[in-house]
């Protein structure tokens, strides 16, 4: 079974500083997918931002990076100039590439605090 | 309006009682899940379904059953509620495609005394 690992239970960092979260998992498949999932105080779920296995580029969002070491099953999310609004648990995610395995298995989360 | 509606928001309810949480999307989306969420465990899968005619239960699924009603509509019931089944509780949509990210209600808070 495949699993996720986030060895930060908490993080802080001073705002416009930047932030790196550590994510990483297990697995034997070579096609799958990994998501990063954002959970401000209000609990909705919200996407920061996904990474395709088969993809050699790590994925950016404008100030949301990753940096995707795939032989080393490391996916790690770096926020740039942070920003209060950044405060919340961040999820790691990682979801199956083949048909009918659409499931997520997250990690543990992190909480990411701003230091005004 | 959301794309992914869940009722109730907040939930407070005794041992004992059977209770059901809705949710109902407009996406269009074949596959729906229930998640549950837990302090420092993460959100762990209950039950999905890939459409009206397939369910699947999840990692947790003792204690929970789910109905699919229409493409649209996916609740989770507790049949005899328990104090460790208070979570939150989050409804969630995907289509076929690999890359596209699952689409979450805004969870129900339960509560159960």
């Known amino acids: 079974a495949q699993t996720v690992t986030q060895s930060q239970p908490e993080m802080s960092v001073q705002e416009a500083e930047t932030v790196t979260l550590s994510c990483t998992y297990d697995?034997?498949?070579?096609?799958?997918?990994l998501f990063w999932y954002k959970q401000p105080p209000s609990r909705q779920m919200i996407l920061v931002i996904r990474q395709e296995a088969y993809k050699q580029q790590n994925a950016t969002e404008n100030r949301f990076s990753v940096n995707f070491q795939k032989a080393a099953k490391s996916f790690s999310l770096k926020i740039s100039d942070s920003q209060l609004g950044d405060a919340a648990m961040y999820f790691c995610a990682y979801r199956r590439g083949n048909f009918g395995n659409e499931k997520l298995t997250f990690g543990t989360g992190t909480r990411l605090t701003i230091i005004p | 309006d959301a794309d992914v509606t869940q009722t109730p928001r907040n939930r407070i309810t005794k041992t004992g009682k059977r209770i059901m949480l809705e949710c109902s999307q407009t996406k269009g989306h074949d596959r729906m899940y229930w998640y549950r969420q837990d302090p420092g465990l993460g959100l762990r899968l209950i039950y999905y379904s890939f459409d009206v005619k397939d369910i699947n239960k999840g990692e947790i699924s003792d204690g929970y059953s789910v109905s699919r009603q229409a493409q649209a509509k996916f609740s989770l019931s507790l049949e005899s509620a328990i104090p460790n089944q208070t979570a939150l509780y989050f409804c969630a949509t995907s289509d076929l495609r690999g890359n596209q990210p699952q689409h979450f209600g805004d969870g129900t808070r339960l509560s159960i005394l």
């Open positions: 697995t034997s498949e070579s096609d799958y997918y």
